[in-house]
């Protein structure tokens, strides 16, 4: 089954204690991103990745890390952590290729507390 | 991208028809548009992607007119489980350009009732 998976589901962590939440496709996709979604402000892309090696900024990478060592895998990483990255994470890939790509597929989520 | 702009919220009763209108004047000629589905604390799910005229899935139709600034999403005979929120993304297919973002506005909460 074609799918992206985020691990964990559900975190409560403290002020500055780092953390990576994981993210796995099994599509062989090229492109993956990482997005947050918060009350009133929508889905905002916090880093993507073109191919292995190949990431940059979205539109809020601050305080957030991530890297692209293999295709499948595409971690988040807050070395940091502070209140304000409380939220709900969402990973997604989807494929260069075809008149399809615009076909995202997201992972269940990953609800971070940060207190 | 294109700007898109739709209604932030729309009731409806089951076994009816719901019809979604997104507005992207700008929309440039290379630009596909795509409505994803979004259920409360899940991930956004592909529901339906064109470029002109009609598309029909197993879920939905998607009207694009001939100027394509507009687009409406068709859920026929809608159930209490389509509630959701709707999101009308333009842009374009081939993104390497464009940086690999899809965008996503406030989208279109619908909510059914019984």
């Known amino acids: 089954e074609a799918q992206v998976t985020q691990n964990p589901r559900y975190l409560i962590t403290v002020t500055g204690k780092k953390l990576t939440v994981t993210c796995s496709q099994n599509?062989?996709?090229?492109?993956m991103s990482w997005y947050r979604q918060d009350p009133g402000l929508g889905l905002r892309q916090i880093y993507y990745?073109?191919?292995?090696?190949?990431?940059d900024k979205g539109d809020v990478p601050e305080g957030y890390k991530v890297s692209r060592k293999e295709k499948r895998n595409f971690p988040l990483i807050l070395e940091s952590p502070s209140p304000n990255q409380t939220s709900l994470y969402f990973c997604?890939?989807?494929?260069?290729?075809?008149?399809?790509?615009?076909?995202?597929?997201f992972g269940q989520g990953t609800r971070l507390t940060v207190v | 991208l294109a700007k898109t702009t739709q209604p932030i919220s729309m009731d409806s009763y089951e076994g009816q028809e719901v019809n979604i209108t997104c507005s992207h004047n700008?929309?440039?000629?290379?630009?596909?548009i795509t409505w994803y589905q979004q259920f409360p604390s899940q991930g956004p799910r592909f529901i339906i992607q064109?470029?002109?005229t009609k598309v029909t899935n197993e879920v939905a139709s998607l009207f694009i007119p001939a100027d394509r600034k507009s687009s409406t999403l068709s859920l026929p005979r809608v159930s209490l489980s389509d509630t959701a929120v709707y999101y009308c993304?333009?842009?374009?297919?081939?993104?390497?350009?464009?940086?690999?973002?899809?965008?996503f506005g406030g989208g279109t909460r619908v909510l059914v009732k019984p």
């Open positions: 700008n929309i440039a000629t290379n630009d596909y």
């Open positions: 599509m062989n996709h090229e492109y």
């Open positions: 990745s073109m191919n292995v090696e190949v990431t």
């Open positions: 997604a890939s989807r494929s260069s290729l075809g008149a399809r790509n615009t076909e995202a597929f």
């Open positions: 993304l333009v842009g374009e297919v081939m993104i390497k350009a464009a940086g690999n973002k899809l965008t």
């Open positions: 064109g470029y002109k």
